[in-house]
T-cell receptor, first 112, second 111 residues
Framework: DQQVKQNSPSLSVQEGRISILNCDYTNSMFDYFLWYKKYPAEGPTFLIS?????DKNEDGRFTVFLNKSAKHLSLHIVPSQPGDSAVYFCAASEGGTYKYIFGTGTRLKVLA | NAGVTQTPKFRILKIGQSMTLQCTQDMNHNYMYWYRQDPGMGLKLIYY???????DKGEVPNGYNVSRSTTEDFPLRLELAAPSQTSVYFC??????????FGPGTRLLVL
């Protein structure tokens, strides 16, 4: 039972354009969501997060949107840069627990 | 600032052998985690710990054991290695209100 789903295994975007990565979840008790970025042969690194009391959070070129009714979140990268090429994981946690549930990842390739 | 370190980086095991994956963090974090990542899959939580002496099972604990005798160390033990345990293993730590910091991973191949 995959509680956090990233249905697009890969995405290619031209440099300078917007990258939109999507994530769906099934557990309505999730109240905190995160995006991690992973380069080959390295551990994931934290990118941006959002609490369920918000519907948007921005950090520079990265914005996360949360639609609780649809149980959907998305990560927007504007403008996309070649250095953004990596695998992006979304993760979710339920209040009062210490566990994060991860999606399967989306491999983003930004073309120069 | 070392953060989260993992050893070894790569290991080949024969079926039935045992080994311990080491994880150390120097950030004085209470929470530590072990994940595995299979090809094309996300990270699956194996075990986690909320402090020294306290551990709990994650999503995929079978075939593994952990201990947490100190705040810094959280070793993962494989007792009888099986080909299904071929994976990349990540250790992570965090503190309340912070996000997880991951180690660089240990690649394990069981033949």
């Amino acid at each position: 039972d995959q509680q956090v789903k990233q249905n697009s295994p890969s995405l290619s975007v031209q440099e300078g354009r917007i990258s939109i990565l999507n994530c769906d979840y099934t557990n309505s008790m999730f109240d905190y969501f995160l995006w991690y970025k992973k380069y080959p042969a390295e551990g994931p690194t934290f990118l941006i997060s959002i609490s369920s009391i918000k519907d948007k959070n921005e950090d520079g070129r990265f914005t996360v949107f949360l639609n609780k009714s649809a149980k959907h979140l998305s990560l927007h990268i504007v403008p996309s840069q070649p250095g953004d090429s990596a695998v992006y994981f979304c993760a979710a946690s339920e209040g009062g627990t210490y566990k994060y549930i991860f999606g399967t990842g989306t491999r983003l390739k930004v073309l120069a | 600032n070392a953060g989260v370190t993992q050893t070894p980086k790569f290991r080949i095991l024969k079926i039935g052998q045992s080994m311990t994956l080491q994880c150390t963090q120097d950030m004085n974090h209470n929470y530590m985690y072990w994940y595995r990542q299979d090809p094309g899959m996300g990270l699956k939580l194996i075990y986690y710990s909320v402090g020294a002496g306290i551990t709990d099972k994650g999503e995929v604990p079978n075939g593994y054991n952990v201990s947490r005798s100190t705040t810094e160390d959280f070793p993962l033990r494989l007792e009888l290695a099986a080909p299904s345990q071929t994976s990349v293993y990540f250790c992570a730590s965090r503190e309340i209100g912070e996000t997880q910091y991951f180690g660089p991973g240990t690649r394990l191949l069981v033949l």
